[in-house]
């Protein structure tokens, strides 16, 4: 072994960062029939629904999202009183407390604090100094590392919702129901704003993303979605749909039965039973995670005069350089094999191999780049 020793000048280092992408597409089938409901796991707090890829007792099942609800402390459904027309008198369930708990938790993780500590609300456009309209029952999809990696990639989200009529129907009308949102130009007006970190408005129009088409927040470092309840319509669930594909109303939501109103299903229903009729308006969904990939680059330069001799036992045979033979004028030689990065108190951190030796002779320089990734 050879017993050479450099260190790294300024130039001999360099450090690079690359970002690697994946398409990543979320179909409604996955979420809400292929498995007749054996890939959604629910939990005995009720706060949310898990979703996989598979049947979620089987080995090669994968976390995909979770799904919840909540309701903010501004929303007109924390009141027993009717805020609507009389057909849709607004109910408080008995998981009222959970809904606005949801609501606070994730608030307090992506809104900043007020300047006197206080818990803000979703802001519709994301400019929370200059007020404005605020979003007070929002559900939540929650993607797992498994899929958004490091982050999603601004402006290629997009999800498409049933957002009226009955979900199953393959018909004109529920056809007109759908309803695509999606990060339009969020490359270059995404927000910063969050503790999470960046985040994008959600619109639901390509054509000319505006306020008054924002229907949600993507927080892309985070992993996820916050959108409004309100985009789906007075019929987001009508009961004697919602048995044919979702969990039986439990007992307490009989109230349901006299609307199909999503407002109604939001307030008097438990979250297990809006996050089924959740799962069961997705049609697609889709985007482009990120890996950040970072590497540091190491220059190890063989210079004219570095190793051309060798430490080891047998590079000698009587006294004379064994790979010379028998011509005392001709040049030594040794071959590299290994390169060891060492740190400043001479402990060896990592090793590299060539895939063959290289000759190495007075005569010659090599360069030998090492790279480090993480």
């Known amino acids: ?172 009308a529920a056809a007109q129901a759908e309803m695509t949102i999606g990060d339009y130009g969020a490359t270059s007006s995404f927000k910063v704003n969050s503790p999470t970190g960046e985040y994008g408005l959600l619109y639901t129009s390509s054509a000319t993303p505006n306020i008054n088409s924002a229907v949600g927040h993507l927080y892309y470092q985070a992993g996820i979605v916050a959108i409004t309840a309100s985009i789906f319509s007075n019929d987001f669930l009508k009961p004697t749909d919602f048995c044919k594909f979702g969990p039986i109303l439990e007992s307490g939501d009989t109230h349901i039965t006299q609307t199909g109103s ?48 060798s430490s080891n036992p047998t590079y000698l045979t009587a006294s004379k350089i064994r790979v010379k033979g028998d011509l005392p004028f001709a040049e030594p030689v040794s071959y590299i094999t290994t390169i060891g990065l060492y740190s400043p108190n001479n402990e060896l951190l990592a090793v590299a191999k060539v895939s063959e030796p290289l000759k190495k002779t007075p005569s010659n320089e090599l360069t030998l780049r090492v790279r480090l990734d993480y």
């Open 1 to 172: 072994m050879a017993t050479t020793f450099k260190t790294f000048l300024n130039n001999d280092i360099a450090s690079t960062r690359t970002l690697l992408h994946e398409a990543i597409p979320i179909t409604g089938s996955i979420v809400s029939g292929t498995y007749t409901e054996n890939n959604i796991k629910n939990y005995a707090h009720g706060m949310f629904q898990s979703v996989y890829d598979y049947p979620y007792l089987s080995s090669s099942a994968n976390h995909i999202f979770d799904v919840t609800v909540g309701i903010s402390s501004g929303s007109a459904f924390q009141t027993t009183t009717s805020a609507g027309p009389a057909t849709e008198p607004l109910y408080v369930s008995s998981q009222f407390a959970k809904k606005r708990n949801i609501y606070d938790q994730m608030a307090q993780v992506l809104v900043p604090y007020s300047s006197s500590g206080q818990v803000q609300r979703f802001d519709q456009d994301g400019n929370i100094v200059a007020g404005g309209g605020k979003i007070n029952e929002a559900f939540f999809l929650n993607f797992s590392r498994l899929l958004q990696k490091d982050e999603i990639k601004k402006g290629s989200f997009t999800a498409t919702f049933f957002t009226g009529g009955v979900p199953t129907a393959v018909s004109a």
């Open 262 to 309: 999503y407002k109604a299903l939001l307030s008097g229903s438990t979250i297990q039973n809006f996050a089924a009729g959740i799962r069961n308006r997705i049609k697609n969904i889709q985007f482009n995670n990120t890996t950040e990939l970072n590497s540091t680059i190491y220059f190890c330069r063989a210079n004219v005069g570095d190793c051309n001799y």
